[in-house]
């Protein structure tokens, strides 16, 4: 792994993602960090007065623009103090939504991993509303890299113990295992794999079960792995206490799971997970 894109609104969740993406660099083999601000400026706001009959100007738009910059320059001298040696923290403005952006520096910049807080990142100017989880569920699908998304209250801790979820349903096709190893690299990260087993199939001995949990046996060998086999009643509850319970600094979520995601930025949970700094999500792809 050697690039990390962290997209930077510069408000306070932006800032501990950025300051999560510098201390991370301590215990992966990263060599770049991106900090990039999307400034998105429509056309129709530079030729047609707002309600206000106030129409901006170029020279606004450059000095907006300039601040920015500046902004993301005083950042890079904080964290130049937090990464490991050796890696090199470059700043970007890109004047394009937050989510072709991304999408063009991934590609760009050949990212590994997109690090991003799980509130803010407006990419319009003060004064626009946006719901919250809104950008973070957009950047996550459309992303061909890893997103992290990191709570607003969470600070980093040594990435120990990691949760991953599984349903253990044709798990050769939905555990990229390559992307898996990409990320974790040699770190002895262990793995708890916890199985959702509401139809009590583990205990049952189901010959399916049985031979799709042999498969990611297999798999995932070369790691330290435990297995659990639960039955929440309410899924999403069960794996975020599970989670605290094992006291794990990181839950994996599987390609495509969005609704995962989708639920834990719901308003209601996403000021749970702020007040109670439930761990960072990796959505692998």
């Not at 061909?144 to 990691?162: G, T, W």
């Not at 330290?224 to 990181?250: C, H, S, W």
């Amino acid at each position: 792994m050697k690039t990390y894109l962290v997209p930077v609104d510069f408000s306070d969740a932006a800032f501990n993602a950025a300051n999560f993406a510098a201390r991370l660099s301590h215990q992966t083999e990263i060599a770049t960090i991106i900090l990039m601000n999307a400034y998105y400026i429509s056309p129709y706001e530079t030729m047609l007065p707002n309600p206000d009959m106030v129409m901006l100007r170029e020279e606004e738009i450059e000095e907006s623009a300039k601040e920015r910059i500046g902004d993301l320059e005083k950042l890079k001298e904080q964290l130049v103090m937090q990464v490991r040696d050796g890696v090199e923290i470059k700043t970007r403005l890109n004047r394009s939504h937050l989510l072709r952006a991304v999408v063009d520096v991934v590609e760009e910049d050949n990212v590994d991993m997109v690090v991003i807080g799980s509130i803010g990142n407006s990419t319009v100017r003060e004064g626009t509303t946006n719901k919250i989880g809104d950008h973070v569920i957009e950047v996550s699908k459309a992303s061909s890299a890893p997103v992290m998304v990191i709570p607003p209250d969470y600070r980093y801790q040594l990435i120990k113990e990691a949760v991953i979820a599984c349903d253990f349903k044709k798990v050769k096709d939905n555990i990229p295992m390559d992307v898996l190893h990409k990320l974790l690299g040699k770190q002895t990260i262990k793995l708890l794999v916890l199985n959702i087993d509401r139809e009590g199939k583990h205990d049952g001995k189901d010959p399916e079960l049985l031979a799709e949990e042999s498969a990611l046996h297999d798999m995932l060998k070369n790691y330290q792995t435990k297995y659990f086999y639960e039955n929440y009643a309410d899924v999403l509850t069960g794996i975020l206490d599970f989670a605290k319970e094992q006291k794990a600094q990181m839950l994996i979520a599987l390609p495509h799971n969005y609704s995962f995601l989708q639920s834990l930025l719901h308003t209601s949970i996403s000021q749970q997970l702020a007040k109670n700094s439930t761990v960072p999500v990796l959505l692998l792809k």
